[in-house]
């Protein structure tokens, strides 16, 4: 079993910085990309960032600048620095992870439970 657990949500101004981490644990052989999506009320889900095994990075285009992806291999977690928070940045943040639990296997999709980032204006 893979399990991903996030953390580091909360309630923060307008203006103000968080940064969420997502840690990676279970039957893991290897990780391949990890990713942050986020889904406002009575929006889609939407990718935040990504980044490959090997730290190529991908940003939607309403966070570029603001927003910082990065992993630790060693600790099998990512981590995703949020400054400048707008109000629109209110919704729920989740972390998903492509593991490939053995080396005879598949990479197989794997998501947190969410934690919740809420941008005062």
């Known amino acids: 079993q893979v399990q991903l657990v996030e953390s580091g949500g909360g309630l923060v101004q307008a203006g103000g910085s968080l940064r969420l981490s997502c840690t990676v644990s279970?039957?893991?052989?290897?990780?391949?990309?990890m990713g942050w999506y986020r889904q406002a009320p009575g929006k889609q889900r939407e990718l935040v960032a990504s980044i490959s095994s090997i730290g190529r990075k991908n940003y939607a285009d309403s966070v570029k600048g603001r927003f910082t992806i990065s992993r630790d291999g060693a600790k099998n977690t990512a981590y995703l620095q949020m400054n400048s928070l707008k109000f629109e940045d209110t919704a729920v943040y989740y972390c998903?992870?492509?593991?490939?639990?053995?080396?005879?296997?598949?990479?197989?999709?794997?998501w947190g439970q969410g934690t919740q980032v809420t941008v005062s204006s």
């Open positions: 998903n992870a492509a593991v490939r639990p053995s080396s005879s296997g598949y990479a197989n999709d794997y």
């Open positions: 279970g039957s893991i052989f290897s990780i391949n990309a």
